[in-house]
């Protein structure tokens, strides 16, 4: 293993932790369940704490497992990357109960910016939200890699 693949395996790996370990994440039970330079997937369970008052997913838990997947691809190369701008467009809501995976793609990358696409399926594939992600990447490590 050359020094890079173990330094990007030290960072995946603390990544995951930190996910595993986040308090909001686990509150709504969100997964890492694949990360890659610039690529990530999650995925939450739809439970019915997670209505709105419509009886339908609430659009925040939506969002936040978009968010969970773009903070992690975004900050896949070691250092800090932080949200400059997310839009979302709803399209189906899912169904009680049901596994959502949201996947994080990047679709460019700068020293400095850094765009995702995002999207939002449904356990039999259907779309369920899309979303457009950008973050600005700054030079600090990521502050958990240490520990």
């Known amino acids: 293993m050359t020094e890079e693949n173990k330094t990007t395996s030290e960072v995946f790996e603390a990544i995951r932790n930190s996910v595993e370990r986040e308090p909001y994440a686990r509150i709504l ?4 369940v694949d ?11 739809f439970s019915g704490d997670m209505k ?3 009886g339908m997913a609430h659009g925040g838990a939506i969002f936040s ?4 997947a773009f903070g992690a691809a975004s900050n896949s190369y070691g250092t800090v990357a932080v949200a400059l701008n997310v839009n979302i467009v709803y ?11 949201a996947e ?21 594939g259907e779309l ?8 600005y990447r700054k030079k600090e490590k990521l502050p958990f890699l240490d520990s």
């Open 29 to 32: 039970g969100m997964r890492l």
């Open 104 to 124: 994080a793609t990047e679709i460019s990358r700068t020293r400095r910016i850094s765009t995702y696409e995002i999207r939002v399926l449904g356990e039999d």
């Open 52 to 54: 709105n008052i419509f």
């Open 91 to 101: 399209i189906h809501p899912p169904s009680p109960g049901e596994t959502l995976r």
């Open 65 to 68: 497992l978009i968010d969970e």
């Open 35 to 45: 990360l890659d330079l610039g690529r990530a997937v999650t995925e939450m369970e």
């Open 128 to 135: 369920i939200a899309t979303s457009q992600a950008t973050a």
